[in-house]
Each structure stands twice: as C-alpha cells, then as structure tokens.
C-alpha cells in the first residue's frame, strides 16, 4: 500500500498563501487518486474541505483550494485567518479498494 | 438532517472485543459506502477500511485483516465496527465517515483499553 507524505509543519502569516502538498511512495498523484483534504482541529472531528482533487463543499471557505502540483496533490490557503490554524490530512485512493492519509501538516498562523 | 451518530465511550482490557456503532439519519442508508477511521491519542488518522451499506461488502486495509470486522444492519440504520484482540495499541478515538465527499462524519467514540 502507497505511503503518502505531507510536509509535517508548516507556518503562513495572517494574509499570507500557503500550499500544502501530497505525495505517493507510488509515484505522481492524478485525479485517479480522487484527493481529500481534512482539517481537523483540536479535540474536534475532522471536517472535508476538498474531494476529488478541487471540489469544495458548501461549508469550505473560498480562500481554500485543490490541486495537482508538480505530481502531487495541492492544498492552497490564500488569505489565512488565525482559525485556519489546525492540522491537515490528506487522503488518497491507493488502488485496490484500499485508501491512506497522509501523516497530517501542523499549520500555524503566526 | 444528515448525520451520523456513534456509540458512548468504551473501556475494556487487552484480549477484549468493541462494537462502535454508527447510527444514520436524513439520507438513504443504503445507497453510500461507511468508511471507518481511527485516531490515536497525539496521532494522525489512519483509515480501517468500509462497508457497502446496500451489500454489505466490505474492505479492510491490512493491518486490521483478521481482527476487524464491518457489518449493518439496515433495518435501524445502523453501522457497526466490531474489533477484537485489543491491545494497548487500539486506544483511539474511532469515527465512521459517509463516502461520495465524506461530507458527513460521525462524533467520535473514544475507546480506550487498559488494564
């Protein structure tokens, strides 16, 4: 089964852009791996932001968006708020029925 | 409204089994895939497997073959997540998610083995 990396922290300015990736041990991220990406907050249930590589839900704020970058996954905050600060995971479509998240990125707005 | 709610918080000792269950509402049970997720304290989420809600097939990722079992019963709507064999290791909090967007996740239930 795949391993999928995630940058375990990272840190955006108020305002700021960042962008998350994900990675395959197995080789590029496509669509094919329908991409998820959860943020999850301290003591609360993950929530989805995005699935299928760019689709949003109705409660997922503008200012996040998916993508595939460079062969991996993409997850971009444009314009952070200090509550966009949580934990990140994302989670593809390994192949076989089977899926995996990724290890999760620590995001602080600072 | 659409929502999956889970069972209480369990306890129990090393060799023992848990039933989590995962009780649905507002949608049609039968028509989504239930995967089930577990996070363990200070870790990341590390998905188990699903179950077909209308079939009942199921899948579980391999680290849990053998020792975890997915069924439902779709008379009362409801999921359930038996594992058995439990170690220190399992003490986790346990989530069902409804596929096609997981747009829908259950609360959580905290299952904690000790002695």
């Known amino acids: 089964q795949a391993v999928v990396t995630q940058e375990p922290s990272l840190t955006v300015s108020p305002g700021g852009t960042v962008t998350l990736t994900c990675g395959s041990s197995?080789?590029?991220?496509?669509?094919?791996?329908?991409p998820y990406w959860f943020q999850q907050k301290p003591g609360q249930a993950p929530r989805t932001l995005i699935y299928?590589?760019?689709n949003k839900h109705s409660w997922t704020p503008a200012r996040f968006s998916g993508s595939l970058l460079g062969g991996k996954a993409a997850l971009t905050l444009s314009g952070a708020l200090p509550e966009d600060e949580a934990e990140y995971y994302c989670?593809?479509?390994?192949?076989?029925?089977?899926?995996?998240f990724g290890g999760g990125t620590k995001l602080t707005v600072l | 409204q659409v929502q999956l709610v889970q069972s209480g918080a369990e306890v129990k000792k090393p060799g023992a089994s848990v039933r989590v269950s995962c009780k649905a509402s507002?949608?049609?049970?039968?028509?989504?895939?239930l995967h089930w997720v577990r996070q363990a304290p200070g870790q990341g989420l590390d998905w188990m497997g699903w179950?077909?809600?209308?079939?009942?097939?199921?899948k579980y990722t391999q680290k849990f073959e053998g020792r975890v079992t997915m069924t439902r019963d779709t008379s009362i709507n409801t999921a359930y997540m038996d594992l058995s064999r439990l170690t220190s290791d399992d003490t986790a909090v346990y989530y069902c998610?409804?596929?096609?967007?997981?747009?829908?996740w259950g609360q959580g239930t905290l299952v904690t083995v000790s002695a």
């Open positions: 179950i077909n809600l209308d079939s009942g097939d199921t």
């Open positions: 197995t080789g590029a991220v496509t669509s094919g791996h329908y």
């Open positions: 989670f593809l479509y390994s192949g076989g029925a089977l899926w995996v």
């Open positions: 299928d590589t760019s």
């Open positions: 507002g949608f049609t049970f039968s028509g989504y895939y």
């Open positions: 998610a409804r596929d096609r967007g997981w747009a829908v």
